[in-house]
């Protein structure tokens, strides 16, 4: 099995080849999630991106492939680069725990449309309503609305993914992420996983997660494809 270290290269690549192989598509050696679920790609040879970009982009409007520093090559006559989101792989040293004081509840698919709206409210753009698929959810209710929430996304044998990190606007700056993040970290370690995330380089949440016992590792940037 591949150790820790080298899946932490290439996350998506190896959550879609264990934990959610179920949910794998995969074109001449490029993996991607079935769109539904997650429009994420990923690959380890360039050369084989053009061609894999050209199946996926059938299939789909818009998809990222995800790379620590390689370029991915596409074909101009049918996909078109928007950008290239730069981001930060963190990965948790150690934790450092808070107290939890807000009544943080487990969300089942009842709540499909709850926190997909509350998604992209916050970060539209990538969330799908199938992502719900990919792990766990927690929350927190004020007003008998949910307001916060943290997910799973990419995990393997090995890590698992804190995601989904909203907050409504009307309820920022109460600390309900920092406990959240902290719950969903602590469920992840029952696993005896790794609790890693991702995030932009520039977001002003990075000091929160230090804070939490997060350290910044790597560069993992998301290329953000477009059919032509």
Known sequence: M????????????????????????????????????????SFFEEAKT?????????????????????????????????????GCQMVLNQ???????EDIVPLDNSYLDE?????????PGYYQKRSFEMGEYFGIFKDNKLVSIT???????????????VTHPDYTKRGLARQ???????????TNKKPILHTTKKNLAIPLYKKLGFELTRDMNWWLFSKK
Not at 57 to 76: A, G, L, R
Not at 180 to 190: A, D, G
Request: hydrophobic share 40%; net charge negative.
């Open 180 to 190: 959240l993040i902290v719950h969903t970290t602590k469920e992840i370690l029952k």
């Open 2 to 41: 591949t150790n820790l270290e080298e899946q932490l290269k290439n996350p998506v690549w190896y959550s879609l080849e264990e934990t959610h192989k179920k949910f794998a598509i995969e074109y001449n050696g490029v993996k991607f999630y079935e769109p539904e679920v997650c429009t994420f790609g």
């Open 95 to 101: 934790l450092i725990d808070v107290d939890i004081t």
């Open 115 to 123: 926190i997909y709206n509350l998604i992209w409210l916050v970060m």
């Open 50 to 86: 053009k061609k894999a970009s050209n199946e996926y982009i059938d299939k789909t409007n818009k998809f990222f492939f995800v790379s620590e520093n390689k370029v991915p090559i596409i074909d101009d006559d049918k996909v078109v680069l928007e950008k290239k989101i730069e």
């Open 151 to 165: 997910g799973q996304r990419l995990q393997t044998n090995l890590f698992i993914e804190v995601s989904g990190v």
